[in-house]
């Protein structure tokens, strides 16, 4: 057996009333949203179109092309108000405010993220933080500090290991005593003990 059977084209799904419905009554079932076709008596089964350009009812108010309309089942008009209704489909035709209908595409499964725009900007913004820190802490600044030799000719290197950063310059003064560059002089322990034999 297939994991799924093709069935039909979905512009039309199967739906028994408890009571009976006249045709272009809009029918709330969970999430989807259909509109009936024909009159269906009590009982009987009958379709839902929940695909196709329907022309709602509407409030005042202005509705623009693609703008996404609501379904509110209280006072039964197309809306642009999400809240505590169902998603209806996208406008399709510009009803302005002192219309009273509304062309609607019914889009079933549509989805809806109200908040799209605010997780967008803030799942962007730690990527920046991230590469502001990457390229300061671990990137050129760390990495500049501990391998770029000392500005001056003729102080020694403050780093910990005492190695002087200068290659003619004087012997190193840091507390390790390590020799300074190959081609400059002897470091001062080793320097001062060949002075006092030569003398």
């Known amino acids: 057996m297939p994991q799924a059977v093709f069935v039909g084209e979905g512009r039309l799904v199967d739906y028994t009333p408890a009571t009976n419905v006249a045709a272009g009554d809009v029918v709330v079932l969970g999430d989807l949203i259909g509109v009936t076709l024909t ?88 990527s920046s933080s991230g590469e502001s820190s990457s390229g300061s802490s671990s990137g050129d600044s760390s990495s500049g500090s501990s391998s770029a030799p000392s ?13 002087s950063s200068s290659s003619s310059g004087p012997p190193s003064s840091s507390s390790s005593g390590a020799p300074s560059s190959s081609s400059g002089p002897p470091s001062s322990s080793s320097g001062l003990s060949s002075s006092s034999s030569g003398v």
Not at 44 to 54: K, N
Not at 83 to 102: F, H, I, P, S, Y
């Open 151 to 163: 500005s001056s000719s003729s102080a020694p290197s403050s780093s910990s290991s005492g190695v």
């Open 39 to 126: 009159p269906i008596s009590a009982g009987q089964r009958g379709a839902l179109a929940v695909e196709g350009v329907f022309d709602f009812p509407k409030p005042v108010g202005l509705i623009t092309v693609g703008a996404i309309a609501f379904w509110n089942a209280a006072v039964r008009v197309a809306t642009l108000a999400a809240e505590g209704n169902k998603v209806l489909g996208k406008c399709v035709r510009r009803a302005n405010t002192a219309d009273t209908r509304v062309w609607v595409r019914l889009s079933p499964g549509l989805m809806v993220a109200p908040q799209a725009s605010s997780s967008g900007s803030s799942s962007g913004q730690p």
